[in-house]
């Protein structure tokens, strides 16, 4: 069984920063392609990046430019940095594991953390 833990969330004015981190236990396969969602107040879980091994990145496009996403492979952990914080970057942010290639849809991956809360006011 693969364990997602998210941690790294809080308040934090617009404009600034945050990073996130998540920690994946269980095999290399599972933590081979990892990503991270985010789900707003009224609306649809959404994909935000995601990262390989190789270290190969997507981004959702409201994210680029402000958002990094990075991957400490020997240590199965995944990272977002998030820089120039939006009011509608708030919502809760989860950690997820176990898919089978790079990609910003939920339905591949197999494991996900409890999640995160990001709040950002303006």
């Known amino acids: 069984q693969v364990q997602v833990v998210e941690s790294g969330g809080g308040p934090v004015e617009a404009g600034g920063s945050l990073r996130l981190s998540c920690g994946a236990s269980?095999?290399?396969?599972?933590?081979?392609?990892m990503g991270w969602f985010r789900r707003a107040p009224g609306k649809q879980r959404e994909g935000v990046a995601a990262?390989?091994?190789?270290?190969?990145?997507m981004y959702a496009d409201s994210v680029k430019g402000r958002f990094t996403i990075s991957k400490d492979n020997a240590k199965n952990t995944l990272y977002l940095q998030m820089n120039v914080l939006k009011p509608e970057d708030t919502a809760m942010y989860y950690c997820?594991?176990?898919?089978?290639?790079?990609?910003?849809?939920?339905?591949?991956?197999?494991?996900w953390g409890q999640g995160t809360q990001v709040t950002v006011s303006s």
């Open positions: 269980g095999t290399t396969p599972s933590s081979r392609y």
């Open positions: 990262i390989d091994s190789y270290g190969s990145t």
């Open positions: 997820a594991a176990g898919a089978w290639r790079l990609s910003l849809g939920e339905p591949i991956y197999k494991y």
